[in-house]
Nanobody, 113 residues
Framework: QVQLVESGGGLVQPGGSLRLSCAASGFIFSNYVMNWYRQAPGKERELVAG????????NYAASVKGRFTISRDNAKSMLYLQMNILKLEDTAVYYC??????WGKGTLVTVSS
């Protein structure tokens, strides 16, 4: 049974940092391109960052480039998103995605003063 379980969300002030984690199971993690998506209230889900199977290449949405870092640990079947200099507009539910095929249930990030 495929599972993607996100954690690490919460309430943070503008300018703060959070690290999201995604624990994967039930599939060969190292075979999948992994992504983080987010969906803000009233908006469509959008791609935040992606990482290739070996971690050798990453891509980011323009709105988070330079502030967020995606990484993975294939030995532990874990995906991470380090989020720095958080802004109000980063408030959203963040989803872990495997190969555009499997989705987690999301973790809420709220940036507020």
């Amino acid at each position: 049974q495929v599972q993607l379980v996100e954690s690490g969300g919460g309430l943070v002030q503008p300018g703060g940092s959070l690290r999201l984690s995604c624990a994967a199971s039930g599939f060969i993690f190292s075979n999948y391109v992994m992504n983080w998506y987010r969906q803000a209230p009233g908006k469509e889900r959008e791609l935040v960052a992606g990482i290739t199977t070996t971690g050798g290449n990453t891509n980011y949405a323009a709105s988070v480039k330079g502030r967020f870092t995606i990484s993975r640990d294939n030995a532990k079947s874990m995906l991470y998103l380090q989020m720095n200099i958080l802004k109000l507009e980063d408030t959203a539910v963040y989803y872990c995605n495997a190969g555009m095929r499997h989705w987690g249930k999301g973790t809420l990030v709220t940036v507020s003063s």
